[in-house]
């Protein structure tokens, strides 16, 4: 099954747009997981277990395993997901851009080692840098448009012949790069106003939706903004906010990773149309 035909069951069988950011931070995670050899993958698995019935979607940050030496749990994580919760896909957030050569072992990476349904990636190289990465039609390529921080601006704002550049990433990405229909973008939630301007350029095409939670994204706006006319169409993403959700009485980090995942996939869809 390829990526785009694995996301739309995905939303239908959990009825949620909500993708579950895994971006272990040794400082953050519990005392008692913090000094064993496989902490991360042991964090990461208990909340892939607490969540896999409220996401469309899981999404390993690859810094933070990189920053650890932590590839091989990386490694780890991501086949439990596929063992484990084979219908929900798993998005390596790599953002990755090189030349033609590196992105083809870039593109490996992301797919042979860690098996990922699909990869984050950045455009600014151009189409022949992300040749490698389309190459592999079955998998889906997550291209940077308007990212949710606020220093995107200084060059995704850049007046190019009346239009600014995120909006060319867009148009570029909908009529040329698409071509095996396995493209999606990155848009910030911080944006909603931008994300209803690149809903109105892609179609249905889905969109991964970071800056809700930690980052203080709307989610009113951002469903209104960015959900297609069946009230699909993002993965709206959260890692901070839930993996690292703050215990009430007689929880464990876990538990607490589902109530909130719970609450943001409950706010997510009463915004919903259908
Ligand atoms: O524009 C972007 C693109 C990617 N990200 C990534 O999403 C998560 C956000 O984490 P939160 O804790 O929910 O803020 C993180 O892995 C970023 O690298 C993004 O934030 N913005």
Not at 256 to 261: M, S
């Amino acid at each position: 099954m390829n990526f785009i035909t694995k996301l739309s069951a995905a939303w239908t069988a959990n009825n949620s747009l909500l993708c579950v950011g895994l971006d272990p931070d040794l400082a953050k995670l519990p005392a008692e997981l913090r000094d064993l050899p496989d902490g991360i993958t042991t964090f990461c698995t208990r909340i892939i277990d607490a969540t896999a019935d409220l996401a469309c979607a899981f999404k390993p940050q690859i810094a933070y395993f990189g920053a650890l030496g932590a590839e091989k749990q990386l490694e780890d994580i991501c086949r439990y997901v596929r063992e484990n919760y084979p219908h929900i896909p798993l998005i390596l957030d790599a953002k990755r851009g090189d030349i033609g050569a590196t992105a083809t072992q870039y593109a490996r990476e992301a797919f042979e080692r860690y098996g990922a349904d699909a990869v984050t990636v950045n455009p600014y190289m151009g189409e022949d840098s992300l040749d490698p990465y389309l190459a592999w039609a079955d998998r889906g390529v997550i291209i940077l448009c308007r990212t949710s921080n606020p220093g995107g601006s200084d060059l995704q704002f850049l007046d190019t012949d009346g239009v600014p550049l995120y909006q060319r990433v867009a148009r570029l990405v909908a009529d040329k790069w698409n071509k095996n229909g396995q493209c999606a973008l990155v848009v910030g939630a911080t944006f909603p106003e931008e994300l209803a301007q690149v809903r109105a350029i892609v179609g249905d095409m889905p969109l991964l939706v970071p800056g809700i939670g930690a980052q203080g994204g709307d989610i009113a706006a951002t469903v209104g903004a960015g959900q297609t006319a069946n009230g699909m169409g993002m993965m709206i993403s959260s890692s901070r906010a839930i993996i690292y959700a703050t215990p009430q009485a007689g929880e464990d980090f876990a538990d607490a990773a589902r109530r909130v995942a719970i609450e943001t996939r409950d706010a997510i869809n009463a915004h919903r149309s259908v």
